[in-house]
């Protein structure tokens, strides 16, 4: 496996799967030493998703847990010279001073995952949270930059927030939130690394904003510096003081 420091590149490959989604999600066991139905009733129950054939696009995703730079590296995608899949529903607010750059529709990808074949979407970056990562269709490559901040800081900045919101403390217990978002990330990453159709680059959200000209490098050296032109102006989208929860 291929090491790019401070992030890291991985690429791997998977085995051939009769889903359509990328990774093999919990199925309702068919309990079949207790069930006394036909072995036709069995086989329909247990019949796989159709087969897609690889479409032979590459997705560029930017993904990661809420609040831990997904937004940024966004923001730097499309200060560098690629056009965000954004429907400018939610804008910049307190929270986030400049932007979100989210697409609406992709919270339906769990029950419509051929939102991604849409024409044109091989050509932008995407935002997708972590949680829907599991329900990308395989038919497709993709190129993941995923976002890494230390858990403690991510749900301090997850809580601060909706104390921002609510104008209330949050009513969270935070080393309980602390550690579930970790194993999340984790788990999330190990599945990442494991299908062939998959290429993750992890990058350190407090590394971007601490050293942002070596990291903004290496984002270009994933996604391709051809389509990542304007350095000057990535650099610049790179606010420390915006880095609030430590």
Known sequence: RRQMRPAVAQLSRSKTSERTTLFDLPQVPTLQE??????????????PAPITEPSGKTLLIVSGLPRSGTSLMMQLLSAGGIEPKTDDLRIADINNPRGYLEWEDIKRLPKEPDLLDKEGLDEKAI?????????????????????????????????????????????????????????????????????ENVEVLEVEYTQLVQSPREVIEMVRQFVGVDRLTDVASMQSVVKPELHRER
């Open 127 to 195: 935002k997708i949270i972590s949680m829907l990562l599991p329900h990308l269709p395989r038919h497709h490559n993709y190129k993941v930059i995923f976002m890494t901040r230390p858990a403690e800081q991510v749900a301090a900045s997850q809580s601060r927030m909706i104390e921002r919101i609510q104008h209330a403390p949050a009513e969270t217990e935070f080393q309980y939130m602390s550690q579930r978002l970790e194993q999340h990330r984790q788990r999330t990453l190990e599945m990442l690394r494991e299908k």
């Open 34 to 47: 207790r069930s006394t139905a036909s072995e036709d009733r069995r086989k329909a129950f247990k019949k």
